[in-house]
């Protein structure tokens, strides 16, 4: 039986990659921060699976990651752990850096140093292309970071080419477009939306707040994409690649969509927030994922209109149920 260990394992995509794997017949090791509280409830489900275990990890602790690789001896590592949220970089950019940057950097010396058989997956970034403006954008493209997370995840990007270059070890970067799910952090702006359109349809909710209307992205499913990054780890040669769906929407047609999807008008409770504003703003992210299509096989599954209807109609149980 494989193994995986998944850093993050409790976030948006590592619950999902967990469940991926699981079903492929691994055994999955996913780690954790401590917090105070539990903070589990996407991966609840999975607990009772004979072949899944929860281990406590800290991107700053050096010790950690040997532990777990002398203790489980994995095939694959999986780096989905971060603070992710590219706003908040602006507010705790030391703290973003510090877990961003250098957390990959102690799993690349941890399996240099231990087991260099070990095939190593790093969560690259679109926001590495920040405020170029020579879309679409492909694994050449030029990197143009435009906040203190993309600044980060620029600096790890090289550094797993530099590992693999270096001591030839087999460590791919995905550097994935924006992909979200029903499983989205709420204060991510497509889960704010299509929570604000379930809240408002029940008649528990009065406005939306959000800022820049314009900027335009690239997005998919986190279902879709956790595919990609096992399929990164099964080539028999490591590399970077673009996943992305190749469209781009506006903050402004996701609102329409989902609020399509409630057969509201969103304009009757939307308020502009200035304070919502990044002070870097990237206008726009448009992913070229050829390399992908080729190489991996790899093509998206959902559709932008599909991703809005599926994270709406989730929300609006969900609360419903809450409401009961």
């Known amino acids: 039986m494989r193994t995986a260990v998944v850093t993050g394992i409790t976030g948006q995509d590592g619950s999902y990659l967990a469940e991926f794997l699981l079903a492929k017949g691994y ?16 991966i609840d489900h999975i607990f009772e699976d004979d072949n899944f275990e929860l281990e406590y990890y800290d991107l700053s602790d ?32 030391e703290h973003t850096v510090q877990g ?18 070990i095939r190593f997956y790093q969560a690259s970034s679109s ?20 906040s203190p997370y993309a600044c ?77 990054m096992w399929l990164m780890t099964q080539q028999h040669s490591a590399g970077d690649y673009v996943i992305s769906t190749g469209k781009t929407h506006s903050v402004k047609d996701f609102l329409e969509e989902v609020f399509q999807q ?15 504003f990044r002070p870097h703003e990237v206008p726009l992210l448009l992913g070229d994922s050829t390399k992908a299509e080729k190489q991996l096989e790899w093509k998206p599954k959902y559709t932008f209109e599909t991703l809005a209807k599926e994270m709406y109609e989730e929300d609006y149980k969900k609360i419903k149920g809450e409401l009961r």
């Not at 489980?72 to 603070?83: D, G, R, S, T, V």
């Not at 961003?100 to 058989?117: F, K, Q, S, Y």
């Not at 926001?127 to 435009?146: C, K, Q, T």
């Open 152 to 228: 980060a995840k620029v600096f790890a990007h090289h550094l797993i080419r530099n590992y693999r270059q270096s001591y030839w070890i087999h460590a791919s970067s995905g550097i994935l477009f924006n992909h979200e799910s029903p499983r989205r952090g709420e204060t991510f702006v497509t889960r704010k939306i299509t929570m604000a359109a379930a809240r408002i349809k029940l008649g528990i909710q009065e406005e939306l707040r959000l800022g820049n209307l314009d900027a335009k992205r690239d997005w998919g499913h986190a279902k879709d994409y956790v595919e990609a």
């Open 262 to 276: 409630a057969e509201l008008d969103p304009y009757k409770y939307l308020k502009i927030d200035e304070r919502l």
């Open 62 to 93: 050096v010790g950690c990651i040997y532990k777990i690789i002398n203790k489980y001896e994995p095939n694959e590592i999986y780096n989905l752990a971060a603070q992710s949220h590219v706003r908040v970089s602006f507010e705790i950019p």
């Open 100 to 117: 961003v940057a250098l957390g990959p950097l102690r799993i690349m010396e941890a399996i240099r140093n231990t087991d260099d058989r």
């Open 27 to 42: 055994r999955v090791i996913g780690l954790k921060r401590r917090t105070s509280l539990l903070c589990t409830d996407r």
């Open 127 to 146: 926001e590495m292309f920040g405020d170029n403006p020579n879309v679409p954008f492909n694994e050449d493209s030029h990197l143009m970071p435009a």
